[in-house]
């Protein structure tokens, strides 16, 4: 399952609340990646924030939860506006909280994206003979992201793509594609053998640097047209 709760809201709506976390990854000494502050928050952002848009919900707001210390808070705020922006996203608000009584050794922080979905919207996802997959982006993980960022799919094709009536999204996480496959799809259980593609599907995708998209076989060219380069085709062998 997502690492999403959806909770009722309203008539016409529900509460999506999604979140992640980063540790050891930042500008302290003990860090084992270092990277400045702005893209630690930006990277757990994205995670989060895809995970809503995946459950079907339009992001409100962000919850930051900051163990880096004071002088980091602009910098992780910076990182996030920069998703925010990124997804043209209107009214926004980030709240949060730092610890400040003590100070620790590596970097961490916990980001949580609250999303409203409306009544309707795609719930399971179902696979048949008609049905499609891809793979937007390629898995990467720790310094990859940094030096390989060209290859990591842009947040907007993600939304573009999450916006489609009758597809499926599933952001791909450390479990690799493989496994999320499998959280997808609700009908079947594919095994590695079976999954055929160019990406290594079991490969750690970090940050939700790639993400799976599931649709039916008329819909492939408009897919591949939103995903340009980012496109890996995926074969099913049943």
């Given at each position: 399952?997502?690492?999403?709760?959806?909770?009722?809201?309203?008539?016409?709506g529900?509460?999506?609340?999604?979140?992640?976390?980063?540790?050891?990854?930042?500008?302290?000494?003990d860090?084992?990646v270092?990277?400045?502050?702005?893209?630690?928050?930006?990277?757990?952002?994205?995670?989060?924030?895809?995970?809503?848009?995946?459950?079907?919900?339009d992001?409100?707001?962000?919850?930051l939860h900051?163990?880096?210390?004071?002088?980091?808070?602009?910098?992780?705020?910076?990182?996030i506006?920069?998703?925010?922006?990124?997804l043209q996203?209107?009214?926004?608000?980030i709240?949060?909280s730092?610890?400040?009584?003590?100070?620790?050794?590596q970097s961490?922080?916990g980001?949580i994206?609250?999303?409203?979905k409306?009544?309707?919207?795609?719930?399971?996802?179902?696979?048949?003979?008609?049905?499609?997959?891809?793979?937007?982006?390629?898995?990467?993980?720790?310094?990859?992201?940094?030096?390989?960022?060209?290859?990591?799919?842009?947040?907007?094709?993600f939304?573009?793509?999450s916006?489609?009536?009758?597809?499926?999204?599933?952001?791909?996480?450390?479990k690799?594609?493989?496994f999320?496959?499998?959280?997808?799809?609700?009908n079947?259980?594919?095994?590695?053998?079976q999954?055929?593609?160019?990406?290594?599907?079991?490969?750690?995708?970090?940050?939700a640097?790639?993400?799976?998209?599931?649709?039916?076989?008329?819909?492939?060219e408009?897919?591949?047209?939103?995903?340009?380069?980012?496109?890996?085709?995926v074969?099913i062998?049943?």
């Amino acid at each position: 399952m997502r690492n999403v709760l959806t909770l009722p809201f309203d008539e016409a709506g529900n509460l999506i609340v999604a979140s992640d976390n980063s540790g050891a990854i930042g500008m302290k000494k003990d860090d084992l990646v270092f990277v400045p502050y702005e893209t630690v928050a930006y990277y757990s952002f994205r995670v989060a924030v895809m995970e809503c848009m995946a459950a079907g919900g339009d992001p409100i707001s962000v919850i930051l939860h900051n163990f880096c210390g004071n002088e980091a808070w602009e910098k992780l705020t910076s990182g996030i506006q920069r998703g925010v922006g990124e997804l043209q996203l209107k009214n926004v608000p980030i709240t949060g909280s730092t610890e400040s009584n003590f100070t620790m050794h590596q970097s961490a922080i916990g980001i949580i994206v609250l999303g409203k979905k409306q009544i309707g919207k795609m719930e399971e996802i179902i696979f048949n003979e008609q049905s499609k997959i891809a793979i937007i982006g390629n898995p990467l993980v720790g310094n990859e992201v940094i030096e390989q960022e060209d290859q990591i799919a842009p947040l907007p094709i993600f939304q573009k793509i999450s916006r489609l009536e009758g597809i499926g999204v599933w952001p791909v996480g450390s479990k690799g594609i493989q496994f999320e496959l499998n959280q997808m799809v609700k009908n079947k259980t594919f095994l590695k053998e079976q999954i055929i593609t160019d990406i290594d599907i079991v490969k750690s995708s970090g940050p939700a640097t790639c993400f799976l998209v599931t649709y039916q076989e008329n819909r492939e060219e408009e897919i591949k047209k939103l995903a340009g380069s980012y496109f890996h085709s995926v074969q099913i062998k049943i």
